[in-house]
């Protein structure tokens, strides 16, 4: 799921007369990125490599914690523009550990531009974040999970597509956080069975 979280409930029943899956909780923040983005196939360049940086950065944490500091983030680290983030001194990462709105932690940090760098390094050999991380999507659509127990962790795909990241310079990409990216960017769809997103 979205953090890994097993609830016991596959979806839960809004008062807006949705049922949503459980993980989402009510906070209207984590329900609206449910309903519009998470599952939703995404493919322009700087929101995957947003994306993945977020979702390195979750690491140890919950989604929600991220989420809450996602436009914080954007302002922090340029847009996302790996060009800007790859130039990043030692001097600009030592402020960015000062901010409290970010996650202050000196390896996440410093991951974010190993990854702007990685990224870079992806272009100048002609090839896009869209190209290498959909090319490990399963080949099959698997059915819709009916129970929170029937969402992995990590799949052979996402350990794969672990591998080749770690291959080309990225960081924070371990199997279990690039599964996550893989929910959240549409590359495999876990929206429960009797969530209406899946019923879309």
């Avoid at 990224?119 to 050999?125: I, T």
Wanted: net charge positive.
């Amino acid at each position: 799921m979205a953090e890994g979280v097993a609830r016991r409930s596959a979806v839960v029943r809004h008062p807006d007369g949705r049922s949503r899956c459980a993980w989402c909780g009510t906070d209207p923040l984590y329900v609206d990125y449910h309903d519009r983005e998470w599952g939703v196939p995404l493919h322009e360049d700087r929101a995957l490599f947003e994306m993945l940086c977020l979702e390195g950065a979750q690491a140890g944490l919950s989604w929600i914690t991220v989420l809450r500091k996602r436009e914080h983030y954007r302002r922090a680290f340029d847009g996302f523009d790996a060009s800007r983030i790859a130039r990043y001194t030692a001097r600009r990462q030592a402020a960015l550990l000062a901010d409290p709105g970010i996650v202050r932690h000196r390896q996440k940090i410093a991951g974010f531009v190993a990854n702007a760098r990685a990224l870079l390094a992806l272009h100048d050999g002609g090839l896009t974040l869209d190209e290498l991380v959909w090319s490990y999507g399963p080949r099959r659509r698997r059915a819709r999970p009916r129970g929170p127990g029937q969402v992995p962790a990590e799949t052979a795909e996402s350990a794969a597509l672990s591998r080749e990241l770690r291959r080309r310079g990225f960081t924070f990409v371990g199997s279990t956080i690039c599964y996550a990216f893989m929910q959240a960017v549409g590359i495999v769809d876990d929206h429960q069975a009797r969530c209406f997103v899946a019923r879309r």
